[in-house]
């Protein structure tokens, strides 16, 4: 399992209020073109200085509708293309590791189908909140559409793992990466209770105060020799992911 934090730089773009009117559509691309550029040349130059050791997480957001059953194959081109080509333009010749996520199940489908370097993971809100996507409001969901478009894994809310915790199975079963999100990550316990369940990883805020309360019971248990001890070491996520404390059993 893996203990990690992502620091985050998002830039929002003007989107129609409504899916469903191409005309709206066309207005927000139009008032979002000179935006655009700004946004490639800064994922351009943040990947110039980024020493290569360093891996990253790239969570590729869209700003449409919940009520949008689905998003437009054009808004998805339009964002997944250049980031694809920005990426690999960096990485063709190193060896950073690079996972790519988004919470939109049509985007990771793109990104899965154009290249096949990189891991892709689904983030889901499993029923959290409503969306007219059915991919996105269930567990069964959205395991079901990971694993059709072979992606890498899925990334649930913490509460709804720990509520539902034959989620691992159902994830292992389908050959997933099972990874969680959300502030109940910040205790440690929690973050304790995943790794036993088989939980891949966790993403968390409170990395310093999770790490180093784990780090302590692995040291106190090691002492004790007790059969659960866990070590923790600096590493990558196992499907490509940033720098993050991997745990291991």
Not at 1 to 23: D, E, I, Q
Not at 35 to 45: A, F, H, I, Y
Not at 102 to 120: E, G, I, T, W
Not at 178 to 185: A, D, I, Q, V
Request: glycine residues 6%; neutral net charge.
């Amino acid at each position: 399992m893996c203990v990690c934090a992502c620091v985050r730089k998002s830039v929002t773009l003007p989107f129609p209020s409504s899916c469903t009117r191409p005309v709206a559509l066309a207005l927000a691309k139009d008032m979002s073109a000179s935006t655009v550029p700004d946004l490639w040349g800064c994922l351009d130059r943040f990947l110039q200085g980024l020493p290569e050791h360093v891996g990253l997480n790239l969570e590729v957001k869209m700003a449409m509708p919940n009520t949008c059953p689905a998003t437009p194959p054009e808004e998805v081109d339009r964002m997944v293309t250049p980031i694809l080509e920005c990426v690999q333009r960096h990485t063709e010749t190193s060896s950073r590791g690079v996972t790519f996520s988004s919470f939109d199940p049509d985007v990771c489908v793109a990104l899965k189908s154009r290249q096949s370097r990189y891991p892709v993971v689904f983030l889901s809100g499993m029923g959290l909140y409503p969306h007219a996507d059915a991919r996105r409001t269930s567990i069964e969901a959205a395991i079901n559409h990971a694993a059709s478009a072979q992606l890498a894994g899925i990334v649930a809310p913490a509460s709804v793992l720990l509520a539902n915790q034959g989620m691992v199975a159902a994830a292992k079963a389908a050959n997933l990466a099972l990874m969680t999100y959300g502030r109940e990550n910040n205790e440690p316990e929690n973050v304790r209770q995943q790794a036993k369940l088989g939980v891949k990883g966790a993403i968390l805020d409170e990395v310093e105060h999770v790490v180093k309360e784990l780090e302590r019971e692995a040291q106190a248990a090691v002492i004790h020799r007790s059969p659960d001890a866990v070590q923790y070491q600096v590493g990558h996520l196992d499907v490509g992911a940033p720098a993050a404390i991997r745990v291991r059993a």
